[in-house]
């Protein structure tokens, strides 16, 4: 293959789905009651490649008009150099946020399109540090009743999985005996990790690390206070006692916020999401930051478009079973990543990322 034979993208499709969850959801400061997924499609050569992110339908529109633009008649042998030319592209309206998610839904299709075009796994494209990747359960929304809380953290310790994550702060009076119900349902071998999502003071934070964490064992406590609050991270971090972990990064997209936030010394372990962080390429360079602090990588969430670049990533520690992607996840795609006993592996077989869409899927709750 030269320049001149090399496949060229030429066309794209996007597909956004509104999907209900199964019961109303909230955390420590946001309820919900859907999740959107947006999906893109590149063709090169007869061949699809696919990726997402879970974000608003308004992503859709950007991806079907700037970027596919951007992409179009380019090869896409050629990631990094797409990837500077979508973040100029994108520029103006923001490499952060919704741009920044719907450049990461590019990336993630331009990763899996190359592999299905070279016909290798897109774990092996990548090379891979480790066959298993340790998953984390997590859920345990705020508005569940304390039998489901139980019955969901509980089911999840019985399966294999070693540590699970339930969300705190949205009524901070219940969260004392919530989270002393959900250790007893995990019993004391299992990892027991909290999430405010930024609902806290460092002042309540801490009295949660004294209060809750040292009597339950808890062992990671993400997004305290705001993740805007680098110094209250930070206040947070350095006075949250021994055995208890800081983590945060997960609405973080460009390089230069995860450096931010590793400059700060804020955390313990750097979260990222693929589907936010301006795709694999963008995960792969979080991975080299977190090499250069020797701090642990967690991924966020999207347990299948996380699988290969979590086989890839040397800082990674463990990855997200979040309940919504799971559900959505299981409704859209055959060729899903096997999940036993809390660990999930790649197919070393199926070309790319594995994903097969079951296009009339879900067809009611399409969006855009
Ligand atoms: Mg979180």
């Not at 891979?128 to 969901?152: N, T, W």
Request: aromatic share 6%.
């Amino acid at each position: 293959m030269n320049a001149k034979t090399e496949p060229r993208i030429t066309e794209c499709r996007v597909t956004a789905w509104q999907i209900p969850t199964d019961q109303e959801e909230s955390d420590g400061t946001l309820t919900w009651s859907a999740t959107t997924m947006v999906l893109v499609e590149l063709k090169a050569a007869d061949i699809w490649g696919l990726g997402y992110t879970y974000a608003h339908q308004a992503a859709a529109s950007l991806i079907r008009t700037v970027l596919f633009d951007t992409v179009k008649e380019r090869s896409p042998f050629d990631i990094p150099a797409l990837w500077i030319e979508m973040r100029r592209r994108v520029r103006n309206y923001g490499n952060h946020g919704l741009g920044g998610m719907a450049l990461s839904a590019v990336d993630n299709a331009l990763w899996d399109l190359k592999a299905r075009l070279l016909q290798v796994p897109l774990s092996r494209l990548l090379g891979k540090v480790r066959e298993d990747i340790p998953l984390y359960g997590s859920g345990g929304f705020c508005s569940y009743s304390l039998a489901r809380l139980e019955e969901q953290l509980g089911s999840w310790a019985a399966e294999g999985f070693r540590a699970v994550k339930m969300k705190i702060g949205a009524s901070p009076d219940q969260d004392a005996e919530r989270v002393r119900r959900a250790r007893e349902a995990i019993g004391s071998d299992v990892k027991l990790f909290i999430d405010a999502n930024g609902a806290c003071t460092p002042g309540e934070a801490l009295a949660i690390c004294r209060d809750l964490c040292e009597p339950h064992r808890v062992s990671w406590f993400e997004e305290p206070v705001s993740s805007d609050n680098l110094k209250g991270l930070r206040h947070v971090r350095e006075h949250a006692g021994p055995g208890l972990d800081i983590a945060a990064g997960e609405y973080n997209s460009t390089p230069d916020t995860f450096q931010a936030m590793l400059e700060a010394n804020c955390i313990d372990v750097m979260q990222a999401d693929v589907t936010r962080c301006l795709g694999i390429s963008g995960f792969l360079l979080v991975d080299a930051l977190c090499q250069g602090a020797d701090i642990p990588l967690s991924a966020h969430t999207a347990p299948a478009m996380h699988a290969a670049v979590c086989a890839a990533a040397q800082k990674l520690v463990h990855l997200e079973y979040f309940h919504d992607h799971v559900r959505i996840e299981a409704m859209l795609f055959d060729g899903l990543p096997t999940v036993q006993h809390g660990v999930l592996r790649v197919d070393p077989e199926a070309h790319g990322n594995g994903l097969i869409l079951k296009r009339h899927a879900a067809e009611p709750y399409i969006v855009a």
